[in-house]
């Protein structure tokens, strides 16, 4: 069994909402409210949930781009939230994001050379110039960029080259863990093909690990060993990628599944559909008892009253349901 | 439920006078370095009963087809061709003739539903001003029959909740008012640009059932432009395939899935990750990016893209050519 790279415990991220000079916070946002999980060397976690269910602010904790309320993440042993100031930033380098619209995270003032440049002259201000060329062309290389691309700037780039900077600057600290946000919702179907494509490889050539966020359970099928399905702060169900997508347990997974178009018209007039009823609830005021309790197909009385722990079944998933 | 497409249906709608052509339809934009064609020579029917799909990647010109026939295209446009609805030429019509028929028999959804609701104005006052305006309802009688269009679409509460401003409403809430805005005149003519885009799936589901349900009832025309195929597939009996502003592809919703005929239908589809796929392989992708739409060019314009590409389709713009079973595609190396 290979150890253990990521360890994160009860985690929790709460905002303060309306603080008011007068009137004091209004109430708490839970985005993240008591997360386990763990992950190991090369593996690819998807976390799937709808908008509002945590799973963007969950990533940001993580690296403390965010400030969690509680909760600990242990990273490679080492108590990550405990670090001071430097070894935090030197912990960093492991760690890189990839973000949702490419072209707002690149500066358009900086060449793309210098963009994929900047972690490496941050972390290692002593590199010669002919290194750190290099080193860029080789990362640029590994994307799938031509190295001569180096001096243009972000906005002669499409949308799925600005996403390969993104990843060539993730990538140049050769880091073990890359936290993909979104990372292809913004790109178009042909493009977002190539972008998959190429976390595949660069995952499998490399042995990176990745948490994948995305709200596209079809994209998050074809890059993740297993899934998170996330539900207002909490984790609903955590599966094998295989077993989840054959038989989704919890009756939020389900529902998420089947209420997917299939690129397929016959197929999709054969369907039997669990429609959910209403949006989601507010953050602000979550169900009492089980957070999926108001749009639930299964409810019963108790689902009201008690939250259900997320327990482990005989396939060695965890399910967060009192009912299956 | 799903509409029932029989071949005996499809076959006695394709029969019927359409309810709106479009005939040749380009759209070319002055922009600070030159004209740019957005929609270059696009034709199709649609006729009452019929949901037409329209699916592309950004830039095909897959939204500019709907606004061009909204009469809504951006100051620096210009449109040729033509655009007939019931049998009445609207492509660059005068404002009057466009107003009487955007108001009473066609209508159209938008994206994104926060920016196509007046932020100022209470959803009640939205809902009325076109009953108020193009059917001389009283003020009542329009709040009536907007309450009940609202509860159609399921807003809970609607009596009290029309009197909310926009942005007091939820996204998947809002993209309801903007349907029951769009049927409240019982359209015979339907436009949907991305119409659940902005929307998380399990409400899309909802939303594309309701939708699917009020057309059916109404027996209205539907154009739905979307970038998902899934859509298509759930909600269309024909579909067209847009590429650089031009059609690639044209067929039935069964034949096209079941045998894309156009490299581009096929790279598209090919490229569309599945719930239902297996994984083990890589998706196919479609080298390179779709086209900044700047010029004119000669040839195919999926061409500098496609792998099967052969000398002619560089030099000579392949037409679109019509076969057997309402399908038609344009390559030089397939025949419709």
């Known amino acids: 069994m290979a150890e253990t790279l990521l360890s994160v415990r009860d985690l929790k991220v709460h905002f303060p909402i309306g603080k008011g000079l007068l009137t004091g916070a209004k109430g708490t946002v839970k985005a993240v409210d008591g997360v386990s999980f763990d992950l190991k060397p090369g593996e690819t976690l998807g976390i799937v949930g709808e908008s509002g269910c945590g799973k963007s602010t969950l990533g940001r904790a993580i690296l403390r781009l965010t400030k969690p309320t509680a909760g600990t993440v242990v990273w490679l042993g080492q108590d990550f939230f405990g670090l001071d100031k430097a070894t935090l930033r030197q912990a960093r380098r492991e760690l890189q994001i990839i973000f949702q619209d490419p072209l707002a995270s690149l500066d358009p003032r900086m060449t793309v050379g210098a963009i994929i440049a900047r972690p490496l002259r941050t972390f290692h201000p002593d590199l010669k110039k002919a290194e750190l060329d290099a080193r860029v062309k080789e990362a640029m290389a590994q994307v799938g960029l031509a190295p001569e691309m180096m001096r243009r700037y972000p906005h002669e780039f499409s949308g799925g080259q600005c996403q390969r900077i993104g990843i060539a600057r993730a990538m140049i600290l050769r880091p073990k863990l890359i936290i993909c946000d979104e990372p292809v919702s913004a790109l178009d179907v042909s493009i977002q093909a190539q972008i998959i494509n190429l976390l595949r490889k660069l995952q499998a050539e490399l042995g990176l690990s990745l948490l994948f966020i995305s709200h596209n359970l079809s994209v998050v099928r074809h890059i993740s060993h297993r899934v998170m399905v996330l539900y207002l702060g909490k984790i609903m169900e955590l599966a094998e990628r295989d077993a989840f997508y054959a038989n989704p347990m919890h009756p939020y997974s389900k529902a998420l599944i089947s209420a997917i178009p299939l690129p397929d018209p016959k197929a999709e007039r054969a369907r039997e559909r669990v429609m959910l009823q209403g949006d989601l609830p507010s953050p602000l005021d979550p169900p009492k008892g089980c957070r999926f309790c108001t749009r639930c197909p299964m409810v019963q009385d108790v689902c009201h009253s008690t939250e259900p722990p997320l327990a482990p079944r005989a396939d060695g998933r965890l399910v967060a349901c009192h009912f299956v | ?336």
């Open chain 2, 1 to 336: 439920m799903p509409l029932i497409r029989t071949n005996a249906d499809l076959a006695a709608r394709q029969a019927a006078t359409p309810i709106l052509s479009v005939r040749d339809l380009t759209v070319d934009f002055k922009l600070e370095h030159g004209m740019m064609r957005a929609v270059d020579g696009v034709s199709f029917d649609v006729r009452r009963g019929e949901v037409l799909g329209i699916v592309g990647e950004s830039g095909s010109g897959k939204s500019q087809i709907l606004m061009a026939a909204m009469g809504l295209t951006a100051i620096n446009g210009r449109c040729s061709g033509s655009v007939t609805f019931e049998g009445e030429e609207i492509l660059n019509a005068a404002p009057d003739l466009l107003d009487k028929i955007r108001g009473s028999s066609m209508s159209m959804i938008f994206q994104d539903p926060m920016t196509s609701l007046n932020p100022y104005m209470r959803v009640v006052d939205q809902l009325t001003e076109v009953l108020v305006a193009h059917q001389g309802k009283s003020r009542q009688e329009a709040v009536d029959i907007a309450v009940e269009m609202l509860e159609r679409v399921r807003i809970p509460g609607a009596r009290r909740r029309i009197s909310l401003y926009p942005h007091e409403f939820s996204g998947g809430m809002r993209q309801r008012v903007m349907i029951a805005m769009a049927l409240l005149c019982r359209p015979a003519l339907l436009f949907a640009d991305e119409p659940t885009t902005a929307l998380d799936v399990t409400v899309q589901a909802q939303i594309l059932d309701l939708l699917n349900g009020l057309v059916h009832e109404l027996n209205a025309a539907v154009v739905i432009v979307t970038h998902d195929l899934g859509v298509i597939a759930r909600m269309c009996d024909r579909v067209i395939v847009l590429y650089g502003g031009r059609i690639m592809e044209e067929a039935a919703v069964d034949d096209l899935f079941e045998a894309p005929r156009h490299p581009y239908s096929q790279g598209l589809m090919a490229a569309t990750p599945r719930l239902d796929d297996n994984t083990a392989h890589d998706l196919r992708t479609i080298p390179g990016s779709p086209r900044a739409l700047v010029g004119q060019i000669n040839g195919c314009p999926f061409a500098p893209r496609c792998e099967r590409r052969i000398e002619r389709c560089t030099a000579e713009t392949p037409a679109l050519l019509r076969g057997a079973g309402g399908r038609a595609a344009a390559c030089h190396l397939v025949m419709p």
